[in-house]
């Protein structure tokens, strides 16, 4: 547990022209920080991926609505309550935090937007959030950034943010980015919110498309438990404020620069969701390879991430390649079980759907490991999938029961 | 517990015409029963239906092929060792359980089914079957029954049976059954087993048919922690030994006792499974209604009862309506998130998508009841499905771990 802590207590680089605070407003019943707010200083061009689930949050509907407007000043979150299930008044509720947030920093309401992660279905506790507001824009600075990766936090063990500096045209553009964690430990504590942000000057299509797969290769690789919450967000705010004079699009020389750095990124945060997966010590890699298709590897790597029982016995060190072959047998995914090849790392359990007899100390060896690859070959198709995740344990049971 | 294992102490009443017999081989390490042997006394006419998991056992594959013979004499069953991803070896072995079985009995192979549960990707230890089947066969009695329950159990607590007598034509018929259980333990412990026997005179079209309908409102209407088996099977055998001289079909006058006989104990069976989930001390029944159609109201049961988090708040207690909102929005079901009603036993706690506002400590009283039941109205259409299921708690996953 130190080590994953340490990862988090270096300060957290902002891109020029952002400012950040994170402090305790009075949402969460705990002594923790619980209110951020993210001011870009110039308009800034925005774009946002949101949850499939079909219930979502008033926050969610109000930034899927908002980032039609392109322009972006400020993002102001709550954590300790997900203003999720709660109807016209949830609506009005967030409309209002906008509001006061526009208010307060003197902008315009369309460009600032909300969102919320926590308990579903009670109301936001209004004038604790009002004076939260009027505390956070003073608070505002460009070392605020870990204040606000805390502040956003729920079931998180530590705050989390990554950050990348490249050229472009040679002179310096930086991508950063704070989350918190999808994994749950009080029931309905779900969610997963990530804020990139970068001083590069991109044209607004670009930003999104940039985004969308940049998203798809990280924050859709990840499963701790399977649930999809109702308020997932990820925002990319691109302020302009490099020194780049010719705004990026994929002509551009440098493009691709870019696009690697905010893969990393999102990567990055991904990683580090997977690893503070509550409960988890493990990251384990599903690979799955020689798919039917893309889509029948991504189905038979998702089955695999989020069996119970294959979960549970990662956690317990035990190499039960049978429970791999059966899920993926559910899975929707085409298999012919006698083609099917599965590897721990370098070490072959299966071949052509049998036994291959290594020694299952070997394999228990492997799984004890804090990082492993499971790799599997269908040997059907060219299809692949990479999925990111962590076991389940004891203590995340006990922690979603009490 | 001790409710739990009364409900098995009970002897088996096995129809006219059939005996049965379950004794320890020496397959599991634990002094346990680990064979059973089913014998019809005349040729019966035999249904089945089987796991629709790609990946099968060799027993499952045998079992296939045999019912399209229509007549049994025999089922074999041994539990610790599933041979499942066993390859050709693995339809070798089930061959030759089925053959010894048919030579010590004196009747055709092709009328004898081989069922097996128990660890996946381990070879059959033949001599100990072979010893098995030779002290099975003198073992036979009517009053076996019991024995044959306890022999095919794998993680369950205690035997499961239910029977139940009719009149056809005025003469008695009984139908009975034997199961072990869905839940699991061990990661590697997995299927579900059924045996049901009648005395029936059934015509063979009508006999499939049955037990097609009876396990969709029964066994496929439960879950424990969602995952498939590789070995999943029902078998159905009618041997005509009942006195009624009119073979049944749809148009037998009695048809529908029959009918309704074969769904109770198909149901009570499933329902012991639940209440017999490891770890679990809850039956709860999840009934959604007016889905779009039948199939998105049984996507959304099931999200429900399969989702890890829901189920273990039902474990602490917890009110959670918000996290039944949430799976519904992404089982695929479609939902209207502001028509949704939820109510826990009678009590509502949704309306229209937002708390009623109830007590949650009358919504926490209900759900600590051993028995309780989730509905959901979706008011958008007539569509309805009910699953039946299980809490998870802590102890289900130590258990699965270790």
């Given at each position: 547990?130190?080590?994953?802590?340490?990862?988090?207590?270096?300060?957290?680089?902002?891109?020029?022209?952002?400012?950040?605070?994170?402090?305790?407003?009075?949402?969460?019943?705990?002594?923790?920080?619980?209110?951020?707010?993210?001011?870009?200083?110039?308009?800034?061009?925005?774009?946002?991926?949101?949850?499939?689930?079909?219930?979502?949050?008033?926050?969610?509907?109000?930034?899927?609505?908002?980032?039609?407007?392109?322009?972006?000043?400020?993002?102001?979150?709550?954590?300790?309550?997900?203003?999720?299930?709660?109807?016209?008044?949830?609506?009005?509720?967030?409309?209002?935090?906008?509001?006061?947030?526009?208010?307060?920093?003197?902008?315009?309401?369309?460009?600032?937007?909300?969102?919320?992660?926590?308990?579903?279905?009670?109301?936001?506790?209004?004038?604790?959030?009002?004076?939260?507001?009027?505390?956070?824009?003073?608070?505002?600075?460009?070392?605020?950034?870990?204040?606000?990766?805390?502040?956003?936090?729920?079931?998180?063990?530590?705050?989390?943010?990554?950050?990348?500096?490249?050229?472009?045209?040679?002179?310096?553009?930086?991508?950063?980015?704070?989350?918190?964690?999808?994994?749950?430990?009080?029931?309905?504590?779900a969610t997963m919110l990530a804020f990139c942000l970068t001083d590069a000057k991109i044209a607004p299509d670009a930003?999104?498309?940039?985004?969308?797969?940049?998203?798809?290769?990280?924050?859709?690789?990840?499963?701790?438990?399977?649930?999809?919450?109702?308020?997932?967000?990820?925002?990319?705010?691109?302020?302009?404020?490099?020194?780049?004079?010719?705004?990026?699009?994929?002509?551009?020389?440098?493009?691709?620069?870019?696009?690697?750095?905010?893969?990393?990124?999102?990567?990055?945060?991904?990683?580090?969701?997977?690893?503070?997966?509550?409960?988890?010590?493990?990251?384990?890699?599903?690979?799955?390879?020689?798919?039917?298709?893309?889509?029948?590897a991504d189905k038979a790597a998702r089955a695999i991430a989020n069996s119970f029982l294959v979960k549970t016995s990662?956690?317990?060190?035990?190499?039960?390649?049978?429970?791999?072959?059966?899920?993926?047998?559910?899975?929707?995914?085409?298999?012919?079980?006698?083609?099917?090849?599965?590897?721990?790392?370098?070490?072959?359990?299966?071949?052509?759907?049998?036994?291959?007899?290594?020694?299952?100390?070997?394999?228990?060896?492997?799984?004890?490991?804090?990082?492993?690859?499971?790799?599997?070959?269908?040997?059907?198709?060219?299809?692949?999938?990479?999925?990111?995740?962590?076991?389940?344990?004891?203590?995340?049971?006990?922690?979603?029961?009490?």
């Open positions: 547990m130190s080590e994953k802590q340490l990862l988090g207590d270096d300060e957290i680089k902002l891109p020029t022209g952002y400012r950040a605070a994170g402090l305790r407003a009075g949402i969460k019943k705990r002594d923790v920080k619980d209110m951020a707010l993210i001011v870009s200083d110039e308009p800034a061009r925005i774009a946002g991926v949101f949850t499939t689930n079909q219930v979502t949050a008033a926050p969610v509907k109000w930034c899927r609505e908002g980032i039609k407007g392109g322009a972006a000043r400020a993002i102001v979150i709550n954590s300790g309550n997900a203003n999720a299930c709660t109807g016209e008044q949830g609506m009005r509720d967030t409309a209002q935090m906008a509001q006061w947030t526009a208010d307060t920093l003197d902008v315009p309401v369309d460009t600032v937007f909300v969102c919320s992660t926590g308990s579903i279905g009670d109301l936001l506790p209004m004038p604790v959030i009002e004076k939260g507001i009027q505390q956070l824009v003073p608070a505002l600075s460009q070392a605020g950034g870990r204040d606000a990766a805390e502040a956003i936090m729920t079931t998180d063990l530590y705050p989390k943010h990554w950050s990348v500096t490249i050229e472009v045209e040679g002179k310096p553009v930086t991508v950063s980015g704070i989350v918190k964690g999808a994994g749950m430990i009080e029931p309905n504590m930003l999104q498309q940039a985004l969308t797969d940049a998203v798809n290769q990280s924050f859709n690789r990840i499963t701790v438990d399977g649930d999809q919450s109702t308020n997932d967000t990820v925002l990319l705010l691109a302020n302009g404020q490099a020194q780049h004079s010719t705004e990026l699009t994929p002509a551009h020389p440098d493009w691709s620069a870019f696009v690697e750095a905010l893969h990393e990124v999102t990567l990055q945060l991904a990683l580090k969701i997977v690893d503070d997966g509550e409960g988890s010590h493990k990251r384990i890699t599903v690979l799955v390879e020689g798919a039917n298709s893309d889509t029948d990662w956690a317990g060190a035990h190499a039960i390649w049978g429970r791999v072959m059966e899920t993926m047998g559910y899975s929707g995914a085409r298999i012919l079980e006698d083609q099917v090849d599965i590897w721990y790392d370098d070490v072959q359990a299966v071949q052509s759907g049998i036994y291959t007899g290594v020694s299952r100390k070997d394999l228990e060896t492997i799984i004890a490991q804090p990082v492993f690859i499971l790799r599997v070959n269908l040997n059907i198709g060219d299809g692949t999938a990479v999925i990111y995740t962590c076991e389940i344990t004891e203590e995340y049971v006990r922690i979603n029961v009490e």
